[in-house]
């Protein structure tokens, strides 16, 4: 990836003296910025733009080249591709669009050019795109001229959109993160954000490497990457809702996925996701700051009112406001002495009129031992004139830097310029005292995230019986795995079920039933059977043998009039069990992250809760264990009003096996354990629902017959 | 009030030469802005302060004058106040702090004021303040010298801290919003919140009034002025959190009450609260736009990531994007004939790089028949200077104003200053995608929550035993109804409970239990019992009378153990009822807002949700319906999983008698109704808890020994 941001020399093809010619907002902006490297112009006519020479063919240049950057039809764009091949130019930009999102005639055109890259060891960023941005190099690719580049930082941007990039450069140069690295990577055709991801995290220039997506390429890659770096990762994805899709489809071909395992990737994977611009803002500057390593906060505030705004806001985070030791209050009483200062924390700073306090009270409270973060919250009065307002934040932010826990500095500024001000240092500055709580919040909650994730597993697999697991989906002749099979398999896998047994007519398993004791449950077994209690296929707690046949009859009944295609091969008597907390344990192959795993709470609760727990599969005991710990409504399992608490440990290992299923057995689409019941006695599956690759199902049907 | 912020002539006590003399800030504030009327300064030492003589005496002032400030020591106040009555000065600002909230002592000072007010008629705002604002009149009081007068608009702003009134007053100039009138209530010893609000409410020249309050004075006043009105109320309540209480009461004397009942409240009153500096900046811009009548939404963007990020946006609020009329698309293909704008809904503008198409293409929007609300997101280039930028916005504005429907424009710019275009233009701009779709979300949906608020009340009361009721109260001897009675008192007011009967000894429970039918549940009666199920004196489902003489002899012998003090005065048996959902319905005094309902999912759905609804009563039969609809969990009761759906409007019933109760017997403190059972045959109360003022128990046990 070095060359597409450090390229040595760079051609752009499309260059013209056409008003509006976008090869010429190329060329300008490596002009006006002073790009550190060389750059030519490549167009279908001779001519000079802003001094530089239009070269009809790139066999006129003779420098050795680094980067294109194309800005042609797309019907031409095979042939530049083979001219950059003949002359080793391996690195391309495609800013242009016009691909599949406008006419499907083009998909041939993009499989050529995937062809000519993998035949040549080329790789391509877009098309549809705004290139590549190494602003320490002062290389701007953009085809638009722009004016002003933005402030240097530790950002390095990748962004789906052209637009998003431009606008996100300079808010993190206006709020004070500064960008390093950018790109924008359209439609993604060869090179994806996984990519440019890998290249960021190696960078040493950038810090903090910052996603606007619409869609995930290589979700799984993209996950397995940020868990492997140390580096704090920011990622806006929008694209949350199924409107939005048929947007982004049109804008840059991405496809909506269940943004809920998204989410659970994302967090799993130690990177923070911004909820909209402000959350995104802030999260980014906050990323900035050093971490926060502790819990108990200082506030320093401008007025009771901003005091009261802040405790609010910390209360909210869970924040403990430390006690200053009579030390810091002694400091105080020297610096202010003949003000009513209320000497506590938050310090209300109200009744200082001499701003060149404040510094001095930054310095104190920095001195508080045993403090893991300060909040600083400044409304300056226009007495003050900002070149006043500007000396003390100067020094403010200096004793920031320096600080060794996070300094949150909140800046207002009463009918002036704050933007000015924000300018004028390098460091994030906050608008307000929400702003700047919420940024120590992040400070602190996204290094326990980052660590979690970097935690390193424990991937003991427990022990199974994969060979027999296998077995049992060789035998799948549909989709959905008749009921006795998934017992079976669960059980292969060491998951509990109640006792059971399989009466091939009514009469039987009335017989059965008595054998394994009353009361039992008893289930149809039919292969078109994909939901059973709507069907009439369940009865449950049948009393004695009468009970079960009569219920079986009535099934056999309800099943011949509303599914008449349906083949009973069967029933299952199952053993009612005893009171426990029902839950939900299942997964499912995402089509971004492969398979993951979901623990819900059961029955009634998922309509009124309506969340589950997602863990990207394997999980490890520890992550288990984390899921339960994370159950909305989770704490009915730890007992009370006369139940006793669950068996926790029992519920995480039957996680894991259900997860290990998933992962051994590549042919399992959905496993749906529901319910589960956890009680003091353990863990256990009442009923599975298992669906099978259908492939798999007809491979199985054709090799036995 | 008209004189508090409509005065001809003002006095400001507590002038003088010294250096940081607050008086000499007012004198500053009054002549810098030019203030329309007449002022005068009063001192300890005669001078003069920029030119205005400092007289030492009142009687030295000839004129008729409407409004005195004060920023003398405590001590001295009382004499001010007599001065000023004798004078007939009926208005006065304390902006002096320095009263309870540092000393004992200075309550009887506090005291003494309010007596000269009483006396006299006179009305003070304050201690602790800084004074009133009314910039049509170029006047503010505050004893900090002000440099620059915030925009005149339609904002009134009354706030509970000075910081707040300055930083508020600049956000909302700088924010388009502009403001007439604004006040620092301080301490709220004499003039509150509420009378401001009253007055604002009147006042034509107050558009929308925004309060900051850190904790109510009259809430229920407060509620009904809001509903009487039809102004749109913006309110930032902070202090919601214990932590912060404690800063609230050192910083104006606030007390936290219970911040959910607030919550409820505000939304009942059709007052929209504030939850973030952010959030609260943008309802007040979301509420200078038109009220957005329906939920068809046009959306013009300038990159398609921006348009991505509005229809996330949008469908997070419900909004339909509406299909565009082939009208319209013409209409753009007119304006820009040459691009390849993708002619939909969002309508990305991302490859039209001439701005001054964008004015034209908001007109052809505006043009859409059935378009309920737009939102036109700008990010300008760096070509486009801000001249240009400017009068592309001003052309936009002068469009939004016009229209009927609210327009929300978002506006970034890249590198450049967005605060200066702001500035320039008289219409609330947003900053991001994010904040102007929101605006458009609080454009609809704070009308409707007014709407409902302003609806005629039918206050039928149902038909009930006031007096039997009233009765049964003055029988309680402590704080804690006994069962029996408690039963009683609900079936006075009509709401249904299952079968009971009350009997002496265990032996007497056993027969009349057979006689209201088995199953029946068990409960001991004692005053003492307040948690009687925790106690071990509550027995369900006992299927006949040996089981009943059982179960209440093991009951005697656990509270005897448990709790020695307790009597059992007698046991209650009631029959078991079928199978419903369990909620909770109840009821208790706020001390701010008067008595409240709710209604919440109960059993263990308390545990798992903690949420409830919550209302201000009285209520009427609609608003019952409202609660039942915004139940968390609520689905439940419309059956489903084998369960018919529940008798809505019986529970609506019970949920207004039980309402009623506590309307008509200021004595109930708290009732809880616990578990209620909603089936499909009606909605029964299980259980109740009535909690009786303890004076009055007291005095029912004077009375009848």
Not at 21 to 45: C, D, K, P
Not at 360 to 389: C, K, Y
Not at 444 to 450: F, G, L
Not at 549 to 560: D, H, K, L, Q, T
Request: overall charge negative; aromatic content about 6%; hydrophobic content about 45%.
């Amino acid at each position: 990836m070095e060359k597409f941001f450090c390229p040595e020399s760079v051609v752009v093809f499309g260059v013209s003296n056409r008003p509006g010619n976008l090869g010429t907002g190329v060329i300008h902006n490596l002009q006006h910025f002073g790009f550190s490297g060389r750059y030519y112009a490549v167009g279908r006519e001779e001519g000079e733009v802003l001094g530089v020479p239009i070269h009809v063919s790139l066999d006129e240049i003779e420098d050795r080249i680094d980067l294109a950057v194309i800005l042609t039809p797309t019907g031409t764009m095979p042939e530049v591709f083979r001219q950059c091949a003949r002359r080793g130019i391996s690195r391309l930009i495609i800013e242009a669009g016009g691909f599949r999102e406008y006419k499907d005639e083009f998909r041939a055109i993009e499989d050529e050019l995937l062809a000519i890259c993998r035949e040549h060891g080329m790789r391509f960023i877009g098309p549809n795109c705004i290139g590549t941005m190494n602003f320490a190099r002062r290389m701007c690719l953009h085809f638009s001229p722009q004016k002003i580049l933005p402030r240097l930082g530790g950002a390095g941007l990748i962004s789906q959109s052209g637009g998003i990039t431009v606008w996100f450069s300079h808010l993190l140069s206006q709020e004070g993160v500064g960008i390093n690295k950018a790109a924008s990577v359209g439609n993604k055709l060869d090179v994806n954000e996984t990519d440019l991801l890998e290249y960021f995290l190696r960078d040493p220039e950038v810090e903090i490497p910052i996603l606007y997506l619409e869609g995930f390429s290589q979700g799984r890659r993209l996950f397995d990457l940020a868990r492997s770096s140390d580096k704090p990762i920011l990622v806006w994805k929008s694209n949350a809702y199924p409107q939005s899709a048929r947007i982004a489809h049109s804008h840059t071909a991405a496809l909506l996925a269940d943004d809920r395992v998204a989410d659970a990737a994302l967090l799993q994977a130690g990177i923070y996701r911004g909820r909209d611009a402000r959350h995104f803002t802030v999260a980014a500057k906050a990323l900035a700051l050093k971490p926060m390593k502790g819990n108990r906060l200082m506030i320093i505030a401008r007025s009771g009112g901003h005091a009261v705004m802040c405790v609010d806001r910390a209360a909210r985070h869970g924040f403990e406001l430390l006690t200053p030791p009579a030390s810091f209050l002694e400091a105080i009483a020297r610096i202010a002495p003949e003000t009513r200062i209320i000497r506590q924390n938050p310090l209300d700073i109200g009744d200082v009129f001499d701003s060149s306090c404040y510094d001095w009270m930054v310095e104190a409270a920095l001195g508080i031992p045993g403090m893991d973060g300060l909040a600083f919250v400044q409304l300056l009065t226009p007495l003050e004139d900002n070149r006043h307002s500007e000396a003390m934040m100067r020094r403010v932010v200096q004793l920031a830097a320096a600080a060794e826990v996070p300094v949150a500095i909140g800046y207002m500024i009463q009918g002036g310029d704050t933007a000015a001000l924000k300018q004028s240092v390098d460091y994030p500055v906050f608008d307000n005292p929400d702003d700047t709580l919420d940024a120590l919040a992040i400070a602190r909650d996204y290094w326990r995230m980052k660590a979690r994730a970097r935690r390193p597993r424990h991937d003991e697999a427990p022990e199974r019986d994969r060979a027999g697991a296998a077995a049992l989906l060789a035998q799948a002749r549909a989709p959905l795995l008749p009921g006795d099979l998934a017992l079976k398999l669960l059980e292969s896998y060491g998951i509990a079920t109640p006792a059971w047994v399989r009466g091939s007519t009514v009469e039987e398993a009335g017989r059965l039933a008595a054998e394994i004791g009353f009361p039992v449950a008893l289930k149809a077994i039919a292969a078109e059977l994909s939901h059973k209690t709507e069907a009439g296929a369940v009865a449950l707690d049948l009393k004695d043998a009468a009970a079960v046949r009569e219920a079986g009859r009535g099934m056999v009944e309800r099943i011949r009039q509303n599914l008449p295609p349906a083949k009973i091969a069967g029933f299952l008597v199952q053993k009612m069990g005893g009171p426990g907390i029902e839950l939900i344990v299942g997964g499912k192959r995402d089509p971004n992250f492969g398979p993951v795993v979901i623990l819900g709470l059961g029955g009634i609760f998922v309509e009124v809760l309506n969340q589950v727990v997602i863990r990207l599969l394997p999980v490890d005991r520890e992550e288990a264990r984390e899921m339960i710990a994370e159950l909305p409504g989770g704490a009915l399992l730890r007992g009370g009003r006369g139940q006793a608490p669950a068996d926790l440990e029992a519920l995480a290992d039957l996680i894991l096996r259900a997860g290990q299923l998933l992962v051994d057995h590549p042919t399992i689409q959905e496993l749906d354990l529901n319910p589960v019941r956890a009680s003091a006695s353990g863990a256990e599956a009442l009923d599975a629902r298992v669906i099978v690759e259908p492939d798999q199902t007809q491979a199985n049907a054709r090799r036995q017959p």
